[in-house]
């Protein structure tokens, strides 16, 4: 996933809104912990555009992203950032860190991609063992009210360069859903060049959640309406969930 894809990520996201996705994982930051955090954590930062915003807001950045085609075009986007971003190429199951940080940020459904029980315990655990008693960890998640509807459609993107088909099959039982995404680029005889990739999502719910923080001695928050200040709905496509790194008696 996200090998040759990572070329053309950026061209195929221009809508994402990173800007306004700053600014609203600030205000929880400030409403749930009370402060900033001075040294960040993205989790599968991918192309660095989250990485960057929160930099520019005054965030030290550690960047982690497990596909280093990703990194790459990362390392150039934040290349007049100062002071740099630390990046690394890792699973999020094996985060790996030199020390502790204050804040952990995961966005655009990236926790989604940990498609069962084990590997999203297994991640959570990780996050705990680094983030500082106190300390906050954002998330947001494709919801499986989504998830299961984005089955019955066919969706096309196309830009100058490339043209993206995706289709989607759900699996209620596991409550997984796969992507498969044919993509076709243009050349320079142009004449297209076809590539394919797979993405596996699992719509985890939010008593998974709370036994996965659980691991990672993390108690959860809130669990908001994406991008709003207000508990999540049922019909909700997004939600963010605010957890806390629970402080030890002493």
Not at 19 to 30: G, N, R, S
Not at 68 to 85: F, G, N, V, W
Not at 110 to 123: D, G, I, P, R, T
Request: hydrophobic fraction near 35%; include cysteine; proline fraction near 2%.
């Amino acid at each position: 996933m996200y090998a040759e894809m990572a070329q053309f990520y950026d061209e195929l996201t221009t809508d994402v809104p990173y800007t306004a996705m700053a600014e609203y994982i600030e205000t929880l930051f400030l409403k749930y912990g009370g402060k900033k955090p001075s040294l960040l954590l993205e989790l599968a930062c991918g192309t660095g555009s989250m990485t960057r915003e929160m930099a520019k807001k005054g965030y030290d950045m550690i960047a982690v992203d497990y596909s280093s085609d990703m990194l790459t075009l990362a390392r150039e986007k934040l290349d007049d950032i100062a002071p740099q971003p630390l990046l690394l190429c890792q699973r999020m199951e094996e985060l790996n860190l030199y020390g502790t940080v204050d804040g952990v940020i995961s966005c655009l459904d990236s926790v989604n991609y940990l498609s069962s029980q084990k590997a999203l315990e297994q991640a959570f655990e990780r996050v705990g063992l680094f983030l500082e008693e106190g300390g906050l960890f954002i998330f947001d998640l494709h919801t499986e009210y989504k998830l299961s509807r984005l089955a019955k459609e066919t969706y096309v993107r196309e830009t100058e360069n490339v043209l993206c088909l995706w289709q989607t099959e759900w699996n209620e039982a596991n409550r997984l859903a796969r992507f498969d995404l044919d993509f076709f680029v243009r050349e320079q005889d142009e004449r297209y060049r076809r590539f394919s990739e797979t993405h596996i999502e699992r719509a985890h719910t939010l008593e998974e959640i709370d036994q996965a923080l659980s691991k990672g001695g993390m108690t959860r928050l809130s669990a908001l309406g994406e991008k709003k200040l207000r508990f999540q709905k049922e019909t909700d496509d997004r939600i963010y969930i605010v957890a806390q790194k629970t402080e030890t008696k002493g």
